[in-house]
Nanobody, 124 residues
Framework: QVQLVESGGGLVQPGGSLRLSCAASGRTSRNYPMAWFRQTPGKERDFVAAIDWSGGSTYYADSVKDRFTISRDNAKNTVYLQMNSLKPEDTAAYYC?????????????????WGQGTQVTVSS
């Protein structure tokens, strides 16, 4: 089993920044892709960003490209999501997810392991 714990969510004004963290523990693999998804009530979980095991390849949803940056520290088994220029439409619960092996995927149902989520609210 893999356990994921997110942190870093909160309330921020439009144009502000937040940094989310997701620490993995348990039966982790060195080659696992990691991703961030987000969800609002009544809607499907949406892809936000993903990163391969080395950190050399990153993928973003069009809605967050050039504003969000995903990165990872494999020594700490942690993935980060730096969110800049936040907009009210970024308000959602953010979840990190892990696949057991490559490749990276944008489909939420291809990730078997999930964190509990952290709420991000962008409002003035």
């Amino acid at each position: 089993q893999v356990q994921l714990v997110e942190s870093g969510g909160g309330l921020v004004q439009p144009g502000g920044s937040l940094r989310l963290s997701c620490a993995a523990s348990g039966r982790t693999s060195r080659n696992y892709p990691m991703a961030w998804f987000r969800q609002t009530p009544g809607k499907e979980r949406d892809f936000v960003a993903a990163i391969d095991w080395s950190g050399g390849s990153t993928y973003y949803a069009d809605s967050v490209k050039d504003r969000f940056t995903i990165s990872r520290d494999n020594a700490k088994n942690t993935v980060y999501l730096q969110m800049n220029s936040l907009k009210p439409e970024d308000t959602a619960a953010y979840y990190c997810a892990v696949r057991w092996a490559p490749p990276v995927s944008r489909r939420w149902y291809e990730y078997p392991y999930w964190g509990q989520g952290t709420q991000v609210t962008v409002s003035s």
